[in-house]
């Protein structure tokens, strides 16, 4: 038997949706506020990924300027046809539904083709005589919500015909997250239901004509965890894509949230991956009908640990793909190689704008970020690291230029509360080492003139930058470095560690 552990992509990566060509897997996740958009991994046996880099890498691609937190990109779908890769999705922000295209899984993709379709969550089907069908959420006259069907042209993104609802789904709130498949000469179509939040489901209907009636799995739910008991690893597990792998094996991949402590969580919705069979009857059953574990055991060899530890020494002259901005950045105020050099702007992190800003999603409770870091520019400037979940949720280690040294404090934006904790002179230096130790339920922010000499500037809960304290975000907390007004902060390197007890630790 070999164990694996979910998330297989942990911390804020939503949304996936999966295909596979040959024996490469690849695994597209949405991307909201940040930029590029849409990141993009690949994997040879589902369980070991990496980020090849994003899908949206151009302004003109993902123009996200000024658009709210949570806007910008939703769900998208990753298909592959005849050579090419299709990967379309929603800008809810700015353009509404559209698609790109490449023949090269890591070159550039196209530019945006637009569809005319309202709603969310568009996934794309070929059918046998080579029809393309778009599917993606869509309401009827009365306004009740259902998975709309139309035929499209892929040459120009128009649509062939009307939109016609081919499922309400099961009752649930909100059916989305749409893809049909093609299995035994039956359709089938997969979608989510009961909102992503802890009343999340899969359920799935087939039918003999792409067009329905439809008729829905007597088994259906076919995986949810909105009845289970609160201290289950995952909740508001949905929003799937399934996948028939090389050896004639299905999964499914989807997220769900990691609760730090009851009815909150700070991570983000996480992907993990869920084994399928088919019953005598043509019917999914996901992981025999049991709930997904964070340690799952399945047929094979060598058990898979996902990674935690990582430095980063900014030595290309591009961020590696782990790294995101905030909205579309200012790239004049970004130099990398060499560790890297960030100058201040305007904007701050307190506004819907494009602070200069670099962070990489928190993906595990327990984890220790540090930095060394050399500033320089005018008193009222600032610059440090963070950790940020939107523009009113943030807590930061920032260091302001000091007559002959850097003054540091800890600053907490909650809503319409801020604190600033008491300032912390270091003399006679213009570089610190900065840390944040991560605990599940609490951030320590540090600083000192090395590693091994660091004092706590202050502490603060995970609880407050959980999101449900917030309006409805479906991002997660990033560890990042950013500069505010007329400085220039230089980042020798960006390392993290994994900080959980050894007693913890299945590798140790
Ligand atoms: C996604 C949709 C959803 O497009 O949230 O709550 C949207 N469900 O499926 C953003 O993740």
């Known amino acids: 038997m070999r164990t694996y552990e979910n998330p297989i992509i942990p ?24 930029f590029p958009g849409v990141p993009l991994w690949h994997s040879r046996d589902l369980f070991h990924w990496e980020q090849i880099g994003h899908v949206l890498t151009r302004d003109s691609q993902l123009p996200l300027q000024n658009c709210r937190t949570s806007g910008g990109i939703f769900a998208p779908t990753i298909r592959y046809r005849d050579g090419r890769f299709y990967m379309i999705t929603t800008n809810v922000s ?11 899984i890591r070159g550039a993709w196209s530019e945006p083709i637009y569809v005319d379709q309202p709603g969310i969550d568009p996934s794309l089907f070929w059918d046998d005589d080579g029809t393309v069908y778009y599917t993606g959420t869509h309401s009827d006259a009365q306004g009740n919500p259902g998975i709309g069907l139309f035929p499209l042209d892929l040459e120009t993104g128009k649509r062939l015909g009307e939109t016609k609802i081919i499922w309400y789904g099961t009752g649930g709130k909100c059916p989305e997250g749409p893809h049909l498949y093609k299995i035994n000469g039956w359709y089938y179509l997969m979608i989510a239901e009961g909102g992503t939040e802890y009343g ?5 209907a087939r039918s003999r004509s792409v067009w329905g009636p439809y008729e829905s799995c007597p088994h259906n739910p076919i995986v949810t965890h909105r009845n289970a008991h609160r201290t ?6 949905g929003h799937g894509d399934l996948v028939e792998a090389a ?24 992907t993990i991956l869920l084994p ?17 574990t964070a340690q799952m055991q399945v047929e094979g060899e ?5 990674p935690r530890s990582w430095r980063d020494d900014f030595a290309s002259p591009e961020p590696e793909p782990r790294w995101a901005y905030l909205r579309n950045p200012d790239r004049s105020r970004y130099a990398f190689g060499n560790g890297l050099t960030l100058r201040g702007g305007t904007d701050t992190l307190d506004e819907i704008g494009a602070p200069t800003f670099l962070g990489v999603r928190q993906q595990q409770f327990e984890l220790r970020y540090e930095t060394r870091m050399q500033l320089s520019g005018v008193a009222s400037a600032a610059a440090g690291m963070t950790i940020f979940h939107t523009n009113e949720h943030h807590y930061e280690l920032l260091a302001h230029p000091a007559e002959n040294g850097l003054s ?3 600053r907490r934006r909650v809503v319409d509360m801020q604190t600033i904790s008491e300032p912390v002179f270091f003399a006679d230096t213009d570089t610190l080492v900065l840390r944040i130790e991560a605990e599940r339920t609490k951030y320590t922010f540090l600083a000192g003139p090395d590693a091994t000499h660091l004092r706590v500037i202050g502490t603060g809960s995970t609880q407050l930058l959980s999101t449900e304290c917030m309006n409805c975000t479906f991002t997660g907390c990033f560890a990042g470095l950013f500069a505010e007004g007329d400085c220039t902060a230089h980042f020798a390197y960006f390392q993290t560690e994994d900080a959980r007890p050894n007693t913890q630790r299945l590798d140790a």
């Open 94 to 104: 700015n353009g509404g539904n559209f698609f790109v295209w490449t023949d090269d």
């Open 11 to 34: 911390g804020f990566y939503p949304d996936p949706s999966i295909c596979r060509v040959g024996s490469d897997y690849y695994l597209v996740n949405s991307s909201f506020e940040f």
């Open 200 to 204: 999340h489901m899969e359920t799935i």
């Open 247 to 270: 050896d004639g094996k299905w999964w499914m991949v989807c997220h769900a949230i990691r609760p730090s402590i009851f009815m909150l969580h700070h991570t983000g919705r996480e």
């Open 232 to 237: 289950v690893d995952f909740h508001a597990v």
């Open 276 to 292: 399928v069979e088919w019953d005598e009857n043509g019917w999914p059953v996901v992981n025999d009908g049991r709930y997904i």
């Open 302 to 306: 060598g058990d898979v640990r996902v």
């Open 408 to 410: 540091v404090q800890l």
